[in-house]
């Protein structure tokens, strides 16, 4: 019997299960690949996922301590005067969320008061009258504080002509009260915005940039958003925000005001004295010509 015969000859059902056999082994093959081939893949992706995570928690992460910017003081304070404004007026080149100063000085509000500390880097009324500087008007805002925006509103244009004339040095020192209340940290990412602004623009500019950042009241804007504002008056922000730059300082700024007497947004003061009336133009020109005739 030949041998193809005897290939024909065997059981049609032996056949049927030797070929059932055989394609078995080689889907189990297949199979084996194939789930081989899905294990790589899932951990591949868990890996991508574990590393942008990491690098996403790694980015939102505040450091306790961090630089203090060109633009501001070591107390966080963005000074503009008639010549621009200030850089390099910290002695600090750090601020840490672990080391806040406390005030020596305090003052009265009201006549009868109980004296509250004053806020760091504010001159008593006594040492401002005799300093032989402009006045001095420090104001401690939040740009998501809707009272804050309708002092800008009101006064913000005849702040902003006074520091030209070289009648006031502004002192602005942004808060962040308001993320405790809302989320997205708002308040932090703007005021990190206004130091990175202030890094590159004039004080014009600047005021300018900050009239439109208040003026988007009830509306928590991405940092995309603000780095475009930005870009409209002269600043390239976009390393800054990405990298959280200046949020250490922010985080600092806030804690260190409030055990300093400072409660809410706006507080104001000019040469050690608060604003706690409701006519802000008399209040001020007082102080100023007060002043102007003293020296």
């Known amino acids: ?47 991508a996922i574990v590393a942008t995570i990491f690098i996403t928690t790694k980015k939102n992460t505040i450091e306790d301590a961090g630089p203090v910017p060109e633009s501001a003081n070591k107390y966080g304070g963005i000074v503009l005067t008639a010549d621009g404004i200030e850089k390099g007026a910290s002695d600090e080149p750090t601020r840490d969320i672990k080391s806040l100063y406390s005030a020596t000085a305090s003052h009265q509000a009201t006549e009868g008061a109980k004296e509250t500390p004053l806020p760091l ?48 040095t502004l002192e602005i020192r942004n808060l962040t009260f308001l993320d405790g209340e809302y989320a997205g940290q708002y308040s932090a990412r703007t005021a990190a915005a206004a130091y990175a602004v202030a890094n590159q623009v004039s004080p014009e500019k600047f005021l300018e940039y900050q009239k439109e950042i208040f003026s988007h009241q009830g509306k928590v804007m991405k940092n995309a958003e603000i780095i475009d504002i930005a870009k ?64």
């Open 1 to 47: 019997m030949s041998k193809e015969d005897s290939k024909n000859s065997v059981d049609p059902r032996e056949r049927a299960r030797q070929i059932a056999a055989k394609q078995a082994k080689l889907g189990a093959r297949s199979n084996k690949r194939w789930m081989q081939a899905t294990i790589a893949l899932v951990v591949v992706a868990i890996i």
């Open 121 to 168: 880097g504010v001159q008593t009324p006594e040492e401002a009258a005799h300093n032989g500087k402009p006045v001095r008007v420090t104001i401690f805002q939040d740009y998501n504080c809707v009272h804050c925006a309708e002092f800008e509103k009101a006064y913000g244009g005849e702040i902003e002509k006074l520091v030209k004339e070289g009648k006031i």
């Open 232 to 295: 409209k008056y002269g600043a390239d922000i976009k390393d800054d925000m990405d990298n959280n730059k200046w949020r250490s300082l922010v985080n600092v700024v806030t804690p260190e005001s409030s055990n300093n007497g400072v409660s809410g947004t706006p507080t104001v003061y000019a040469d050690g004295q608060q604003y706690t009336s409701n006519d802000f133009t008399t209040w001020l020109n007082g102080i100023i010509e007060a002043k102007q005739k003293s020296e």
